[in-house]
């Protein structure tokens, strides 16, 4: 059995990936390893002074670089599994396990490491400049938050440890969630033969014999944000009678909950999780309108588990997720016509929405349950342990 320390900078709203290190952390202590959990949050970063501390150690945190070499000397882990550095732990923390000798896992959850904005998206629309050119370049457009001075710190971070080669010097194995992903970083100069392929996982959420009941509507999951094309998803409903129910908050629910509503969608605001699985044993399926790329929607894993067909954006991880005309339907990004004629095609044969969804929650069973993921997981950290006993 391994002792794994498990590195993680907390988000401020909890979202996915902080629901992934929970699961993942759940899934190894049950297999009887021991799991320790080193956590950080921006609940201290308030006040200009606080923030532009932040900001400038973003590239190197020196007092998290001691932090966490206190920790690894005091446990003496196998393995080190970052999630998320991200801004007050740093990648002067890969320093710190440098130093004491132990094998490093970084996940991938999303692309901050060759974009600052950490989508490649910019005003609405994929971006990636960065990919291969000057991290500097999204200083021009404010790609963090809208703030030139934040992005000139983000993209700081990033120049500084691409010439570094920190990714590739630091760190035994990455983890991408998908292939697509992987090639992304891989163009971006990432070493190909160190990312490892894992999906997310959840514990699978049908127990016994469900209920008989009648799905009835289209449910949304996720932040509404401009980078998950909630606006695109409205601008369709327009043509659609379906009821739509819209779960989530952020930086758009405001605005656009208060607005005059569609006969035939409702915003239900942020839900718990035995809610958000709630309304998806009784919908029909699942609208995905992202924007942007996505890594792995915790909400496409949850909703085959459901055995929900997923209507997604034709590009980036979605696409290779869910199987066009097998396990969904994919519609043009941003192409509210496109997903309006996509949904209608369900609406219009219940007969294959149905059978969809037997096909989702098929591949849920085959790919995304614990005891896959578990090999995936112990795989990767012993060919990481491997990787650092080389000469």
Same mark, same amino acid.
């Given at each position: 059995?391994? +002792?794994?320390?498990?590195?993680?900078?907390?988000?401020?709203?909890?979202?996915?990936?902080?629901?992934?290190?929970?699961?993942?952390?759940? &899934?190894?202590?049950?297999? %009887? @390893?021991?799991? /320790?959990?080193?956590?950080?949050?921006?609940?201290?970063?308030? %006040?200009? /002074?606080?923030?532009?501390?932040? !900001?400038?150690?973003?590239?190197?945190?020196?007092?998290?670089?001691?932090?966490?070499?206190?920790? /690894?000397?005091?446990?003496?882990?196998?393995?080190?599994?970052?999630?998320?550095? #991200?801004?007050?732990?740093?990648?002067?923390?890969?320093?710190?396990? !440098?130093?004491?000798?132990?094998?490093?896992?970084?996940?991938?959850?999303?692309?901050?490491?060759?974009?600052?904005?950490? &989508?490649?998206?910019?005003? %609405?629309?994929?971006?990636?400049?960065?990919?291969?050119?000057?991290?500097?370049?999204?200083?021009?457009?404010?790609?963090?938050?809208?703030?030139?001075?934040?992005?000139?710190?983000?993209?700081?971070?990033?120049?500084?440890?691409?010439?570094?080669?920190?990714?590739?010097?630091?760190?035994?194995?990455?983890?991408?969630?998908?292939?697509?992903?992987?090639?992304?970083?891989?163009?971006?100069?990432?070493?190909?033969?160190?990312?490892?392929?894992?999906?997310?996982?959840?514990?699978?959420?049908?127990?016994?014999?469900?209920?008989?009941?009648?799905? +009835?509507?289209?449910?949304?999951?996720?932040?509404?944000?401009?980078? +998950?094309?909630?606006?695109?998803?409205?601008?369709?409903?327009?043509?659609?009678?379906?009821?739509?129910?819209?779960?989530?908050?952020?930086?758009? #629910?405001?605005?656009? $909950?208060?607005?005059?509503?569609?006969?035939?969608?409702?915003?239900?605001?942020?839900?718990? +999780?035995?809610?958000? #699985?709630?309304?998806?044993?009784?919908?029909?399926? &699942?609208?995905?309108? $992202?924007?942007?790329?996505?890594? #792995?929607?915790?909400?496409?894993?949850?909703?085959?588990?459901?055995?929900?067909?997923?209507?997604?954006?034709? @590009?980036?991880?979605?696409?290779?997720?869910?199987?066009?005309?097998?396990?969904?339907?994919?519609?043009?990004?941003?192409?509210?016509?496109?997903?309006?004629?996509?949904?209608?095609?369900?609406?219009?044969?219940?007969?294959?929405?149905?059978?969809?969804?037997?096909?989702?929650?098929?591949?849920? /069973?085959? @790919?995304?349950?614990?005891?896959?993921?578990?090999? @995936?997981?112990?795989?990767?950290?012993?060919?990481?342990?491997?990787?650092?006993?080389?000469?």
């Amino acid at each position: 059995m391994l +002792k794994i320390l498990f590195v993680h900078n907390r988000y401020q709203t909890p979202g996915g990936e902080d629901s992934v290190v929970e699961a993942e952390i759940a &899934l190894l202590r049950e297999a %009887g @390893h021991e799991v /320790l959990l080193h956590a950080s949050d921006n609940d201290k970063i308030s %006040g200009l /002074l606080s923030k532009l501390s932040a !900001a400038f150690s973003a590239t190197y945190s020196h007092s998290a670089k001691r932090d966490l070499a206190r920790v /690894l000397k005091r446990q003496n882990p196998h393995v080190v599994h970052v999630h998320n550095f #991200f801004p007050t732990l740093s990648p002067s923390i890969y320093d710190a396990c !440098a130093e004491a000798g132990v094998a490093v896992v970084q996940t991938l959850h999303n692309y901050r490491t060759i974009c600052a904005g950490g &989508l490649l998206l910019r005003e %609405g629309k994929i971006c990636e400049l960065c990919v291969e050119g000057s991290p500097f370049t999204a200083v021009k457009y404010g790609c963090y938050r809208g703030s030139k001075a934040g992005t000139l710190a983000v993209a700081r971070m990033v120049a500084t440890h691409r010439k570094r080669r920190t990714w590739s010097r630091k760190i035994q194995r990455m983890i991408a969630l998908t292939e697509f992903a992987r090639a992304k970083f891989n163009e971006a100069g990432f070493d190909d033969e160190r990312i490892a392929i894992k999906p997310n996982f959840i514990t699978d959420p049908i127990t016994g014999d469900e209920p008989d009941t009648s799905r +009835k509507g289209a449910l949304f999951v996720g932040r509404i944000s401009v980078e +998950k094309g909630v606006e695109v998803m409205l601008r369709a409903w327009r043509q659609i009678e379906e009821p739509l129910s819209i779960a989530g908050d952020g930086p758009l #629910f405001e605005r656009l $909950s208060e607005a005059e509503q569609g006969a035939s969608y409702r915003f239900v605001g942020r839900q718990s +999780k035995a809610e958000v #699985f709630s309304a998806m044993r009784s919908s029909r399926f &699942l609208v995905m309108p $992202s924007l942007c790329y996505e890594g #792995f929607p915790m909400a496409i894993v949850e909703a085959f588990a459901h055995g929900l067909p997923v209507v997604c954006s034709r @590009h980036g991880s979605m696409e290779e997720v869910v199987k066009d005309g097998i396990s969904g339907l994919h519609f043009e990004a941003g192409n509210a016509d496109d997903l309006a004629e996509k949904v209608k095609q369900l609406l219009d044969d219940p007969e294959r929405c149905e059978a969809m969804g037997k096909a989702a929650r098929k591949q849920f /069973l085959e @790919h995304y349950g614990p005891q896959q993921n578990l090999a @995936h997981l112990e795989r990767i950290y012993a060919e990481a342990r491997g990787v650092l006993e080389l000469p």
